[in-house]
């Protein structure tokens, strides 16, 4: 009896040791497994089920939860480089039982990747109506929101399927003439400057903050997108670089695509076509895309609703995710006569944003 316990509780061990081991084995010599690991589990977590969509030949690989209801669908677009799961904070904070769609944009995560015609920003309005119409979404309107890249995919949107739309947001997003240059874009002008598009090109993995290939260039990636940067373990920034890597040749393809002269103004070119009801979100200190965006906005759209989030960057979904969940549940909630005034129907906690008038 002694001796079938002992067994007993050897196996036990063995067993509770086996995960312990397997996590410790990941963390050390796997770190980019792990994070992919992570997500999987913060999706589960979170109600959130990944699933894909074909259209012809082409691919789309989209996170979604709850069903169409009463209330507008969200679709959200995420940003350069990034993929459907930098939505994952945001979602923590957003009802239940809204129906909500995050799909990996062109090329990214788990969609297709084919060719420059689908990364202009043209390209990826295009695609994303595609994707909208492969999985039924454009059978009543929704709510679209998009963030830096995404953000000008979004705009660009509204503005040539407007019927698709039951409003639209726009979270520091790309695309615009921005009336003060951001440390960012001081960056890219210098690299203009210096010499021709081949010389950017050759130089691109060096010189783009948005492109990492080292820890430092991580770490410099994540102070120039964040306010306050997270303090990240190494092994953690090995494992997202180990992650991002890989796909470093396409990024460079794709950045090339939307700094060109025909996407890089394009929400700019685009904004007099909105016309669904629009809400804009910024980092006062972005220096990715100057806030001086959202004035730009603004002049051309004077009912848009623009909310600036004080000690903020241009992360606002990693940095703020309760915040702009809430600002995109009050935007989308039935507003009365007279509540369009933010600021008088602030909650304690919400004195960081302030509304554009």
Same mark, same amino acid.
């Not at 770190?31 to 789309?60: A, E, I, T």
């Not at 210096?194 to 260039?217: E, F, K, V």
């Given at each position: &009896?002694?001796?079938? +316990?002992?067994?007993?509780? &050897?196996?036990?061990?063995?067993i509770?040791?086996?995960?312990?081991?397997?996590?410790?084995?990941?963390?050390?010599?796997?770190?980019?497994?792990?994070?992919?690991?992570?997500?999987?589990?913060?999706?589960?977590?979170?109600?959130?089920?990944?699933r894909?969509?074909h259209?012809?030949?082409?691919?789309?690989?989209?996170?979604?939860?709850?069903?169409?209801?009463t209330?507008?669908?969200?679709?959200?677009?995420?940003?350069?480089?990034?993929?459907?799961? &930098?939505?994952?904070?945001?979602?923590?904070?957003?009802?239940?039982?809204?129906?909500?769609?995050?799909?990996?944009?062109?090329?990214?995560?788990?969609?297709?990747?084919?060719?420059?015609?689908?990364?202009?920003i043209?390209?990826?309005?295009?695609?994303?109506?595609?994707?909208?119409?492969?999985?039924g979404?454009?059978?009543?309107?929704?709510?679209?929101?998009?963030?830096?890249?995404?953000?000008?995919?979004?705009?660009?949107?509204?503005?040539?399927?407007?019927?698709?739309?039951?409003?639209?947001?726009?979270?520091?997003?790309?695309?615009?003439?921005?009336?003060?240059?951001?440390?960012?874009?001081?960056?890219?002008?210098?690299?203009?400057?210096?010499?021709?598009?081949?010389?950017?090109?050759?130089?691109?993995?060096?010189?783009?903050?948005?492109?990492?290939?080292?820890?430092?260039?991580?770490?410099? &990636?994540?102070?120039?997108?964040?306010?306050?940067?997270?303090?990240?373990?190494?092994?953690?920034?090995r494992?997202?670089?180990?992650?991002?890597?890989?796909?470093?040749?396409?990024?460079?393809?794709?950045?090339?695509?939307?700094?060109?002269?025909?996407?890089?103004?394009?929400?700019?070119?685009h904004?007099?076509?909105?016309?669904?009801?629009?809400?804009?979100?910024?980092?006062?200190?972005?220096?990715?895309?100057?806030?001086?965006?959202?004035?730009?906005?603004?002049?051309?759209?004077?009912?848009?609703?623009?909310?600036?989030?004080?000690?903020?960057?241009?992360?606002? +979904?990693?940095?703020?995710?309760?915040?702009?969940?809430?600002?995109?549940?009050?935007?989308?909630?039935?507003?009365?006569?007279?509540?369009?005034?933010?600021?008088?129907?602030?909650?304690?906690?919400? +004195?960081?944003?302030?509304?554009?008038?």
């Amino acid at each position: &009896m002694e001796l079938s +316990a002992a067994k007993t509780a &050897m196996l036990t061990g063995g067993i509770l040791v086996l995960p312990v081991l397997a996590f410790v084995t990941s963390f050390l010599f796997w770190p980019g497994v792990l994070l992919k690991g992570y997500n999987w589990f913060w999706r589960r977590r979170l109600g959130l089920q990944v699933r894909f969509s074909h259209s012809g030949s082409y691919r789309f690989c989209y996170s979604s939860r709850g069903s169409v209801g009463t209330e507008p669908t969200l679709l959200l677009l995420h940003g350069f480089s990034a993929s459907k799961d &930098m939505w994952l904070p945001v979602a923590k904070f957003l009802p239940r039982n809204r129906h909500l769609v995050c799909v990996d944009m062109p090329g990214h995560e788990g969609t297709s990747r084919t060719g420059a015609e689908d990364y202009s920003i043209l390209g990826q309005v295009a695609r994303i109506h595609q994707f909208v119409r492969s999985i039924g979404l454009d059978r009543t309107p929704f709510h679209l929101v998009g963030t830096s890249m995404g953000g000008n995919v979004a705009g660009v949107y509204a503005a040539c399927h407007p019927a698709d739309l039951s409003g639209v947001t726009l979270v520091c997003p790309a695309g615009l003439v921005y009336p003060a240059d951001s440390r960012f874009i001081t960056l890219l002008r210098e690299l203009e400057q210096s010499g021709a598009d081949q010389n950017l090109d050759q130089n691109l993995d060096q010189n783009i903050p948005l492109i990492p290939s080292t820890p430092q260039a991580l770490d410099d &990636m994540l102070a120039l997108c964040c306010h306050t940067p997270p303090k990240l373990p190494r092994q953690v920034l090995r494992g997202l670089l180990d992650n991002r890597i890989p796909n470093n040749g396409f990024y460079k393809e794709l950045f090339l695509q939307i700094v060109g002269p025909d996407s890089r103004n394009s929400l700019q070119d685009h904004l007099p076509l909105i016309s669904s009801p629009l809400q804009v979100v910024w980092g006062r200190e972005d220096q990715v895309l100057d806030v001086s965006g959202a004035a730009v906005i603004k002049a051309a759209l004077p009912q848009a609703r623009v909310e600036l989030l004080d000690d903020c960057g241009h992360s606002v +979904a990693l940095e703020r995710p309760r915040k702009l969940a809430k600002l995109l549940q009050d935007f989308l909630s039935p507003q009365e006569p007279g509540d369009r005034n933010f600021l008088s129907s602030q909650e304690p906690g919400d +004195a960081d944003a302030k509304k554009v008038s």
